[in-house]
Structures are given as structure tokens and as C-alpha cells.
T-cell receptor
């Protein structure tokens, strides 16, 4: 149990385009999901907290107009990187929080912006 | 300030040897503590967690961790390491409210034959 999926697992796009990443909790409902960014050989950096049916809460320094988050259902949250640039290239990981507080992580999405 | 410190950036152990990965935390409220493992290019897998009760918790893959409140520590241990344990290990602390986790910088474990 407690499986979280992400799609796509990797994506390459041109500079200026937008990319959408999906995060799904497959066998449990998650009122809260989280989006992280991870640079090589570094820890996870929390970008935003996504709550079902309400606006996401962004961490300081994260541009909410650039990283659009939607949490339309209890099993799906999406992250859209708008007008992507090479500096947005990174490994993006989502997690879903089950009722007792444990976060289960997705397998990650490798984004490369050319 | 809330923080997690993993003092060892990289550890190398021989296969079959015992392992201990250190984790110290600073957290204002009752901590929820976690250990996750990450293989290259993958997401994080939960090894074990501590919410309350018995301070020695058992996890998957033969790992265990002990919560020591007086030392603000939650060290991860395994009695006999396998080559497949080579990965990055992250300690994290959070509270039930909000659910945000604070991660340590990670410890990279290498296993030599």
C-alpha cells in the first residue's frame, strides 16, 4: 500500500514552453501533497504544499506564477512549470501525506529544459 | 530554529559489517521522525518512522532506529549491511500539524565487497 506515482518520469522541453507533472496517490486519499525540487547530490527542497480544493502554499523564494499547482482531487496534484528555462532543469519529486502524517514519495520527474 | 543534521556526508562500510547513520534534530514541538532511502534517479522510500511509544522502531530491510529525546537523536542502524543497501539516506522531522518535513542533507552509503 501507500503508493504514489508521478508522470512523466522524465521530460525534455524547449525553453519557453510549459510542462505539466502529475502526482497521484494510488491507494489512499491525500488531502495534502507536497512538491519538492532536488539538485544533484543535494537534499530535497520543499517548493509548495498542495491542499485539496484550496490554493497551494508556496515556500519563500518560490515563484507561484512560474510553478502552478493544482490539487483538484484527493488523489491528484499537478505541477506546471510555465515558460520553462534551462535553470528550471531539475529533479522534481512529489509526496502525498496520509492521515496519520506519513509522507509517501513519488519516483520523481527529471526535467531538462533545452 | 528547526533543523536536522546528518553529520556524515559519506560513509563506506564493508558488506556484512554493522552500520549506524547519525541524525540529530532541533524541533520545538513533539517530533515525528522518519528515515527515507533514495537510490540514484529514484524517489524516496520510507524505511521507518517514529511517532510515539517504544523508542526503538523496526523498519523494512532489517533497519531499526532509536529515538533518544535527551540527545535529540534518531540514529539508524543495521546489524549486517548488504551491497544493495548502497544509496542515499535521509533523516527527516515533522509535526502532525501541517505535515511539512525538514530534511537532513543526507548520508551517502557505499558498500565495499
Amino acid at each position: 500500500g501507500a503508493v504514489v506515482s508521478q508522470h512523466p518520469s522524465w521530460v525534455i522541453c524547449k525553453s519557453g514552453t510549459s510542462v505539466k507533472i502529475e502526482c497521484r496517490s494510488l491507494d489512499f486519499q491525500a488531502t495534502t501533497m507536497f512538491w519538492y525540487r532536488q539538485f544533484p547530490k543535494q537534499s530535497l527542497m520543499l517548493m509548495a504544499t498542495s491542499n485539496e480544493g484550496s490554493k497551494a502554499t508556496y515556500e519563500q523564494g518560490v515563484e507561484k506564477d512560474k510553478f502552478l499547482i493544482n490539487h483538484a482531487s484527493l488523489t491528484l496534484s499537478t505541477l506546471t512549470v510555465t515558460s520553462a528555462h534551462p535553470e528550471d532543469s531539475s529533479f522534481y519529486i512529489c509526496s502525498a501525506r496520509e492521515m496519520r502524517g506519513t509522507q509517501y514519495f513519488g519516483p520523481g520527474t527529471r526535467l531538462t529544459v533545452l | 530554529a528547526q533543523s536536522v543534521t546528518q553529520p556524515d556526508i559519506h560513509i563506506t562500510v564493508s558488506e556484512g559489517a554493522s552500520l549506524e547513520l547519525r541524525c540529530n534534530y532541533s524541533y520545538g514541538a513533539t517530533p515525528y521522525l522518519f528515515w527515507y532511502v533514495q537510490s540514484p534517479g529514484q524517489g524516496l522510500q520510507l524505511l521507518l518512522k517514529y511517532f510515539s511509544g517504544d523508542t526503538l522502531v523496526q523498519g523494512i530491510k532489517g533497519f531499526e532506529a532509536e529515538f533518544k529525546r535527551s540527545q535529540s537523536s534518531f540514529n539508524l542502524r543495521k546489524p549486517s549491511v548488504h551491497w544493495s543497501d548502497a544509496a542515499e539516506y535521509f533523516c527527516a522531522v515533522g509535526g502532525n500539524q501541517g505535515g511539512k518535513l525538514i530534511f537532513g542533507q543526507g548520508t551517502e552509503l557505499s558498500v565495499k565487497p
